[in-house]
């Protein structure tokens, strides 16, 4: 099963293209114009064990809020497709990540159910050039679009920088056991029958 492809997003905000490979081996590339943001998305790759190319232009001399819920927007889309009917995937994940003192707890349910719960707060308003408040309109923009209940927490932590890098690491390290493939599981891991 091929779990790949190509995905794009434009508006008069925002242009936006997107290659996606489920079953990588962490090739990246990694361009929004927001340095922050870069590096977290590589570190969300590297860790969910994906191939992720991104090239992103929005009009940040507006702000940042834009390109990085628009990125989120189209993540989610792509994630929601290349899962298709999420056949023998294992759905669930729950990841506990350190950060040096900070610690972040995420659990997810690839459901098709859109549903975001995040916990959180930072002492500053910006880490570089990315807006601290962006990090849970980037979350639920990946919720609400590929179809996955979310929980996050910031369970505890002083440096914003290390807050963040704990939640983007530990999606990447969700995503990546929430889609992996079990053999035992016949059909979705559902009662249903349907996801």
């Known amino acids: 099963m091929v779990r790949q492809g190509k995905f794009s997003r ?42 992720f190319n991104i090239l992103a232009k929005g009009d940040l001399e507006v702000d940042d809020h834009h390109l990085i819920e628009d990125a989120g927007i189209l993540i989610g889309k792509a994630l929601k497709e290349l899962l298709g009917e999420k056949k023998g995937i294992k759905r669930y994940s729950s990841v506990f990540l350190p950060m040096d003192e900070a610690l972040a707890f995420i659990v997810i349910d690839i459901s098709d159910r859109s549903y975001l719960l995040f916990e959180g707060e930072f002492n500053k308003d910006k880490v570089g050039n990315f807006s601290t408040d962006m990090v849970e309109e980037f979350f639920r923009a990946i919720a609400l679009n590929a179809g996955i209940t979310m929980h996050l927490k910031i369970m505890y932590g002083k440096n914003d920088h290390h807050k963040i890098e704990a939640l983007f690491k530990g999606f990447g390290r969700a995503i ?20």
């Open 10 to 51: 434009k508006t008069n905000e925002t242009d936006i293209n997107l290659f996606l490979n489920l079953d990588g081996n962490k090739r990246i590339d990694i361009s929004t114009g927001i340095g922050f943001f870069d590096h977290m998305l590589t570190l969300f790759a590297f860790h969910g064990n994906l191939d």
């Open 176 to 195: 990546k056991e929430a889609i992996s493939i079990d053999d035992s599981i016949s059909g979705v891991l559902s009662t249903k029958g349907v996801l």
